[in-house]
């Protein structure tokens, strides 16, 4: 189940330095992989003004539980504001296992995630899991 995350995990995200009250705060659903399976991933505050996100849970096309090593594993870590609302820091990308530069953009209940080798980027959009 190493696509649970396919080569989309990052991007820049609006809102303001990270803080108990950060709106990017909170769990959400990834896009499915190949196989159809969705992550879960918690973002939560990791440093003063960072923000990281693990993998909580992982669910099949029909909403059921997947068994897999993905679950627990921090899929971005570091994401620090460069300028009001913007956040950028480093990501895993379970689908490849390597390490991106990446960034996060919050809008609204959809979270952008993008990661960049080199000039080459991609990009997912997440949904707030409510």
Not at 73 to 88: A, I, L, N, Q, S
Not at 94 to 113: E, F
């Amino acid at each position: 189940m190493r696509a649970i995350l396919p080569c989309a995990i990052f991007a820049v995200l609006f809102g303001s330095a990270a803080s108990a009250s950060d709106p990017a705060l909170g769990k959400w659903r990834t896009e499915p992989d190949r196989k159809g399976q969705v992550g879960i991933v918690k973002v939560h505050e990791c440093a003063e003004q960072k923000l990281c996100g693990r993998i909580v849970a992982a669910r099949d096309p029909g909403g059921d539980p997947v068994v897999t090593p993905n679950v627990g594993k921090m899929v971005f870590w570091d994401m620090r504001p460069t300028e009001p609302g913007h956040y950028e820091g480093m990501a895993w990308v379970p689908a490849r296992d390597a390490v991106y530069r990446a960034g996060m953009r919050l809008m609204g209940n959809r979270l952008k995630v993008r990661g960049c080798l080199g000039p080459i980027c991609q990009s997912q959009i997440w949904t707030r899991v409510k």
